[in-house]
């Protein structure tokens, strides 16, 4: 193209009031490729213009609120903790709010849901005499409530009967076959353990994918059953575990013979100590695993101590450590004879992963047996929640 048919573009998009786009359209057109790169998408220093593929730029979808979140708190602050997670779950609520005046409920829910998982985190390191931590808490089930009248739950509501009292909890079926009976596992929670915590599925999709049903619950010094009932804390965690498989036993969607239970944090203790006794668990799976819970995570981990200390019923550190100590394995691990895997993370800050270790080598009787690196505090990943998920597959028959 000569320069005068150049000129002459240029000229009568200017006089018709031809959008720069559109100059640059025609350009591109008509110019050679690496003038028109040029001409088109000036850089001053960079080869053929600023022109970059954009369409391989990560794009991260991050919270908005967790965002903000990140934005303004302020590290190891428990105020501030509290502050802007609180700030956070009454925003949704308001979103929740706008939404089902409009008639959206399935958006108003997935709100309310999101409020529940705020108001979860901003209550979870207050202490018990804190006024806050009971009116969160009341928000937190008002709003987890609310979700599940405006869609259907993915679990089933039970009552576990337990010495005189009452367990609340979830049940989740597998994708089975209806009718027939599918295995299930009992997730053994720890000592922030809660079991409406924001989270529709629970943790159990990974389970139900696989063909096995999965069962949550507020036990002793957990949940509601703490808060709201005042039911602590034992040693003796078979006693528990016991009233969840008596239950599980009287449904008729459950394989008794195919029974798993699975713990997290604190349950790297009580999951495998219910083993020693129960002997109605088919396997066994624990992250951040351990063996005496005074030296593994009281001694080890002193922010903690006010949980452990509630959450047993003690009435001070004192009392608290000296109950603590009957929390071991010490002449127990090998009474596990069901498969035991026990995850672990070498530089877990909370728990000490020596008590994993621990376990893993005085549960001489617990087979097949093998130790996970990578799951504890802060460090579950896909690829580790996965693996467990996995290795209970192929336990429970389901691989």
């Not at 009031?17 to 100059?23: D, E, F, I, R, Y």
């Not at 609310?146 to 039970?158: A, C, D, G, Y």
């Not at 699975?262 to 668990?281: D, I, L, N």
């Not at 088919?282 to 903690?304: E, K």
Request: glycine share 10%; charged share 25%.
């Amino acid at each position: 193209m000569d320069s005068k048919r150049r000129n002459l573009l240029k000229v009568t998009a200017a006089s018709v009031g031809m959008a720069p786009l559109m100059v640059r359209q025609s350009l591109s057109q008509v110019l050679d490729p690496d003038v028109a790169e040029r001409g088109l998408y000036p850089a001053k220093g960079l080869p053929g213009g600023g022109q970059m593929e954009v369409r391989m730029m990560l794009e991260n979808e991050r919270d908005p609120d967790l965002t903000e979140i990140e934005h303004r708190l302020k590290p190891f602050n428990p105020e501030s903790w509290y502050a802007e997670h609180s700030h956070a779950a009454e925003k949704n609520e308001e979103r929740a709010e706008k939404h089902l005046a409009q008639g959206n409920k399935v958006t108003a829910a997935e709100y309310t849901l999101r409020a529940a998982g705020f108001w979860r985190s901003a209550i979870i390191y207050l202490a018990e005499s804190d006024e806050r931590m009971m009116k969160g808490y009341a928000r937190l089930k008002q709003n987890f409530d609310k979700t599940f009248t405006l869609i259907p739950p993915p679990f089933e509501r039970v009552q576990i009967p337990f010495e005189g009292k009452v367990l609340h909890g979830f049940f989740y079926p597998a994708r089975a076959p209806q009718g027939k009976k599918a295995p299930v596992v009992f997730n053994y929670g720890g000592a922030d353990g809660l079991l409406m915590n924001g989270r529709a599925d629970g943790g159990s999709a990974q389970y139900r994918a696989r063909g096995i049903s999965f069962i949550d619950v507020d036990g002793p010094g957990q949940g509601g059953a703490l808060r709201v009932d005042k039911i602590y804390a034992s040693a003796d965690t078979e006693r528990y575990a016991k009233a969840v498989v008596d239950y599980l036993l009287t449904r008729n969607d459950v394989d008794a013979d195919r029974i798993g239970i699975h713990g997290s944090s604190m349950g790297g203790y009580t999951a495998p100590r219910a083993c020693t006794v129960e002997k109605r668990f088919a396997a066994c799976a624990v992250w951040s695993g351990a063996y005496s819970l005074q030296q593994d995570i009281f001694d080890y981990y002193p922010p903690i101590r006010e949980r452990l200390r509630w959450l047993m019923g003690a009435k001070n550190f004192e009392e608290a450590r000296k109950m603590m100590a009957d929390y071991t394995l010490e002449g127990r691990a090998d009474k596990i004879t069901c498969p035991l895997l026990v995850g672990y993370s070498i530089d877990d800050r909370v728990m000490d992963p020596r008590g994993a270790l621990k376990l893993y080598q005085n549960a001489v009787n617990a087979k097949p047996k093998e130790m996970l690196d990578g799951v504890g505090h802060g460090k579950r990943t896909f690829e580790t929640r996965t693996y467990i998920a996995d290795w209970f597959a192929k336990q429970l028959g389901t691989a």
